[in-house]
């Protein structure tokens, strides 16, 4: 009886532009097609590992890059009630943000869920978002929502002293309906 060993690979079948996708991609970093993949689903994992969806995540990521190239940061909510902010300043800077992602094909329309979800100011009701925030700070960060919205083209009603973001198909991109 003669030992064979047994190789650890394993076959996985994917489409065509899948395989050059990735093919494409790893070459574009300088590695192989195993190691970017390898590296890949170890990030993957890793976020998984954080109670996270990995591919939700990775579409934050993106979002977060763009906001990043567009001049916001990421600061920690306690200074908001410190930062004596004009109201008007914060609503123009929102909507050149949002103009910009709409310019770059963004999608602005989860960014503004992102964004709204991660300040606490959004409220899904049926076709809409409302946009709440009580406090001094949610209230900077829901009028930076809301300036996103309008500057990406989103449509904000403002009725009786509440705004809301009618939500649209998800499967479509803002900027491109």
Do not use: Q
């Not at 977060?64 to 200074?79: D, F, H, K, Q, Y």
């Amino acid at each position: 009886m003669a030992l064979v060993k047994r190789s650890r690979r394993k076959t996985l079948t994917i489409d065509r532009t899948t395989a050059d996708t990735i093919k494409e991609l790893s070459t574009k970093h300088g590695t192989t097609i195993n190691s970017y993949l390898k590296n890949l689903i170890d990030a993957v994992k890793e976020l998984e590992d954080s109670g996270l969806y990995a591919p939700a995540a990775i579409r934050d990521i993106k979002n977060i890059a763009n906001l990043t190239r567009l001049g916001m940061v990421i600061v920690p909510s306690e200074l908001l009630s410190s930062i004596e902010s004009n109201r008007e300043a914060v609503a123009r800077s929102a909507t050149r943000i949002g103009r910009a992602l709409r310019e770059l094909k963004a999608d602005v329309y989860r960014v503004v869920e992102f964004l709204g979800t991660h300040y606490r100011v959004l409220i899904p009701i049926d076709d809409r978002f409302m946009i709440v925030g009580s406090s001094a700070g949610s209230t900077i960060l829901a009028d930076i929502v809301k300036g996103v919205a309008i500057g990406g083209g989103l449509e904000v009603v403002e009725e009786g002293g509440v705004t809301t973001i009618k939500i649209r198909d998800r499967n479509l991109k803002s900027g491109t309906e």
